[in-house]
């Protein structure tokens, strides 16, 4: 079932926001920023606190500031304390930028960071509620380490509130952890005017002198990604379909993905283009997005390629049928099936009627997560923990 996300009513009180993050490429930082600099636009003041810039942050924006968190290499440690530093720097930031709250984004270890962090403030008389939202690995894969799950469970109970960015994400971490609170869900999201980039026919040129049709694949190469899934669905497509296909991101299975290209003697049509901060104008030049993640929160490159007008062969993993609409943005597939991938990339490439249908459906059906509609949640959410705190003190 694909939710329709309706807007919420946009609160007028402007507040002093605290937003902990990972600064890397992955989905949870680049929301995590995306939503910072979006508040910021609104009149909001937002501090962001993490161990290095985030990678989507830029400088100079107005109501955006950043705060380091540097460890130091102390020898009686084996390993960095980074959750005890983090801890200290948002107890500074808290008090000397007089922050309304602190919105934690991902669970380990920020929540449980928060936490400390509130009980010390709350110690010296400052009360600070804490949203912990929850992005997908730190539940469907670190989480379900027994090791972490108590200190999960924990930091989810104590957080102010909690919210998740899909409701296959929310199910899962009702189904693996003993929480019994609300977890409100609230999207991942994007501003689509940002993706109306029409095609470079320059850059089509090159990567396709042939006029071959595009595939792109954009992730972090890690295995839950299935690198090599889309290798295969692409050598079976190219039999069926004159077409090449672009690899944007780094990571442990580039070197994999890299042998089998050899070993296949693909190495002239798969197109290795590493890490990028930006790589919109590249994906709107494409003509389909493969996905065949083993497990997916959300989806939010699949999302970015829909609202490029790209449409999406994905896996049916997690909370990709709420992002994908099947038939309309794409087509979806179970794990592994590469031949059946292949056959439904075939099915939309296989004429340009059918993939400018399909190109248009990606993109209306993209405008559904809209910052327009998604941001005055969280901004309802925040007024919302903001006032409980002052009638109430914070959830203990």
């Known amino acids: 079932m694909v939710p329709n996300f309706a807007p919420s009513s946009r609160t007028t009180i402007n507040m002093r926001i605290g937003i902990v993050c990972y600064p890397t490429f992955g989905g949870s930082g680049v929301v995590a920023t995306e939503l910072g600099l979006e508040l910021a636009n609104e009149g909001h003041v937002v501090h962001f606190i993490t161990y290095d810039r985030p990678v989507r942050l830029g400088t100079g924006r107005a109501n955006v500031f950043y705060h380091e968190v540097r460890v130091s290499d102390y020898p009686l440690f084996d390993y960095q304390p980074y959750e005890l530093v983090l801890t200290s720097k948002l107890v500074d930031v808290v008090k000397h930028e007089r922050?309304?709250?602190?919105?934690?984004?991902?669970?380990?270890?920020h929540a449980s960071a928060a936490w400390m962090a509130q009980q010390i403030l709350r110690?010296?008389?400052?009360?600070?509620?804490f949203i912990t939202t929850l992005h997908g690995t730190?539940?469907?894969?670190?989480?379900?380490?027994?090791?972490?799950?108590p200190v999960i469970t924990f930091a989810i109970e104590r957080s102010t509130a909690v919210t998740a960015v899909s409701a296959s994400l929310?199910?899962?971490t009702c189904e693996h952890f003993p929480v019994k609170r609300e977890i409100e869900v609230i999207p991942n999201f994007i501003r689509t005017e940002h993706y109306d980039t029409p095609p470079d026919p320059l850059l089509r040129k090159r990567f396709a002198p042939n006029g071959e049709r595009l595939l792109v694949h954009v992730s972090n190469f890690?295995?839950?990604?299935?690198?090599?899934?889309v290798l295969d669905l692409f050598l079976k497509l190219r039999a069926k379909v004159p077409s090449r296909l672009l690899l944007i991101g780094d990571g442990p299975d580039r070197p994999a993905a890299e042998a089998m290209c050899?070993?296949?003697?693909?190495?002239?049509?798969?197109?290795f283009l590493g890490k990028m901060t930006e790589p919109e104008e590249v994906v709107a030049s494409c003509d389909l997005f493969v996905l065949a993640s083993e497990t997916e929160s959300f989806g939010l490159a699949a999302l970015e390629a829909m609202a490029s007008?790209?449409?999406v062969v994905s896996t049916n993993?997690?909370?990709?049928p709420e992002v994908v609409e099947e038939g309309v943005a794409g087509l979806l597939n179970a794990v592994g099936d590469t031949a059946a991938m292949a056959a439904h990339a075939a099915q939309i490439l296989k004429d340009d009627p059918t993939l400018r249908r399909f190109r248009e459906g990606a993109k209306r059906s993209a405008k559904r997560f809209d910052i327009a509609k998604v941001l005055p949640r969280y901004e309802a959410l925040y007024g919302k923990v903001v006032q409980e705190v002052k009638a109430n003190g914070v959830h203990q």
């Open 99 to 109: 922050l309304d709250l602190l919105h934690v984004h991902y669970a380990i270890p």
């Open 123 to 129: 110690a010296q008389g400052i009360r600070i509620p």
């Open 138 to 149: 730190d539940i469907t894969l670190v989480g379900r380490d027994p090791s972490f799950e």
């Open 170 to 172: 929310r199910n899962e």
């Open 222 to 229: 890690r295995p839950v990604k299935r690198v090599l899934d």
């Open 262 to 271: 050899r070993a296949n003697g693909t190495c002239g049509d798969v197109l």
């Open 309 to 311: 007008g790209v449409p």
């Open 317 to 320: 993993a997690g909370g990709i």
